[in-house]
């Protein structure tokens, strides 16, 4: 039996780093000014604690982008898979060349794009889209505030998030 309705529980668990956050926080402020000086070692780091909480839960929250999509993603020691209704794959993010958003298909389409291999198109939607953040976060050089403006941005192109510097010139060839 639960007392809150099923919107009221899907808003509080899309934003459950901001409210642990904001917990923290609070009992933090209460440690330190409510008892005293005999626990500011412990309520300082918990304020400090729950606003760094509170700033990656805001991130987190803007970048989920619901559920109920077709397919499912897992992330799994660096490999990014997709297991789709039609197709699939996985790529390796120390192999990844590109990351772009695409907002010419419905729902938009994360493109995964590596050397070699076609790319990898996984829908904003998908089951277990969530993980995606930390694994787009350990690219090197992602700007995160870029990634989250070009995943709200309802325009219908695709735009490219990050991309690997290349260490040879573009028209230079290997054979």
Sequence with gaps: MSFLRAEARATLWHWREVLAGGAL????????FRIGFLLDFVGIPMIIGGAALIWL???RA???????????VAVDEGEVTYFGPLTGGSVALRELESLTIDGNMFPAHWRLEQRGAP?????VNAEGSDALFDAFASLPGLRTEQMLSALKSNRRQAIVVWQRGTSRPEGLLLH
């Design 119 to 123: 790319p990898l198109l996984i829908p």
């Design 62 to 72: 803007r970048f989920r982008s619901g559920r109920g999509g077709p397919g499912a």
């Design 25 to 32: 926080l609070l009992a933090g402020l209460w440690l330190t």
């Design 57 to 59: 839960g805001v991130q």
